[in-house]
């Protein structure tokens, strides 16, 4: 079964400063990956999406992820936090449904907080 | 502008309610998608369709109702079975297999 583990629900970082926020998954083949972000009452926009091309993927607004197959991870980078990073990130892993479209399974999140 | 949209933004519902949630796109979307998120958590699947006049529940599907009577509509009825309503509605659209799906801005329901 697909699975999507953030391992920090809280990330705090001062502007200017590197983001690192953390995901770990579960495939049983090979997998799409994908990082939302979600600003406070608002809809999901897609950051950036792995799948299976480069290794290191570049998204929007200076984000960017990498794909380690052997550590099963897929965590989210950005050399120098800006204020208006701040929000709540979502690593997703999609699994095919029957038909030919994905069900998108999404960790719990991580609220990441920007200070001056 | 292409995109989803959502209505209404915010929502009351007295208990013993039915209320409907409205979603439309005009990307051209074949698949729709509904769900919810709570405080604290990732989002839910309630439903899913992949082509007009065709749904299938997804992992939270009781309480609730859909209907996709047209490929840009996919509207959301919360019934009084469910028992816990009070969240954030997100509804989404893709176009096929590894695509990424698209997102609306959302419907906060409260249950008074």
């Known amino acids: 079964a697909q699975s999507v583990t953030q391992l920090d629900s809280h990330v705090s970082v001062s502007e200017g400063t590197p983001v690192l926020l953390r995901c770990n998954y579960s495939?049983?083949?090979?997998?799409?990956l994908f990082w939302y972000v979600q600003h406070p009452n608002k809809g999901l926009q897609l950051l950036l999406k792995?799948?299976?091309?480069?290794?290191l993927v570049k998204g929007i607004n200076g984000f960017e992820a990498e794909f380690k197959k052997s550590e099963t991870s897929f965590h989210l980078t950005k050399p120098s936090a800006h204020m208006s990073d701040a929000a709540e990130y979502f690593c997703?892993?999609?699994?095919?449904?029957?038909?030919?479209?994905?069900?998108?399974?999404f960790g719990a999140g991580t609220r990441l907080a920007v200070h001056p | 502008d292409g995109g989803i949209t959502q209505s209404p933004k915010y929502l009351f519902r007295k208990e013993g309610q039915n209320v409907t949630l409205s979603c439309e796109q005009n990307?051209?979307?074949?698949?729709m998608y509904w769900y919810r998120q709570d405080p604290g958590q990732g989002l839910r699947l309630i439903y899913y369709?992949?082509?007009?006049?065709?749904?299938q529940k997804g992992d939270i599907a009781e309480g609730y109702s859909v209907s996709r009577e047209k490929k840009e509509s996919f509207p959301l009825t919360v019934t009084s079975a469910q028992k816990n309503p009070t969240a954030f509605y997100l509804c989404?659209?893709?176009?096929?297999?590894?695509?990424?799906?698209?997102f609306g801005p959302g419907t906060r329901l409260t249950v008074l």
């Open positions: 792995y799948t299976s091309a480069a290794t």
């Open positions: 369709s992949q082509i007009v006049n065709d749904f």
């Open positions: 997703v892993v999609s699994t095919p449904f029957s038909g030919g479209y994905n069900k998108l399974i």
């Open positions: 989404a659209s893709s176009t096929g297999r590894n695509n990424e799906q698209f």
């Open positions: 495939s049983s083949y090979s997998p799409s």
């Open positions: 990307l051209n979307h074949d698949a």
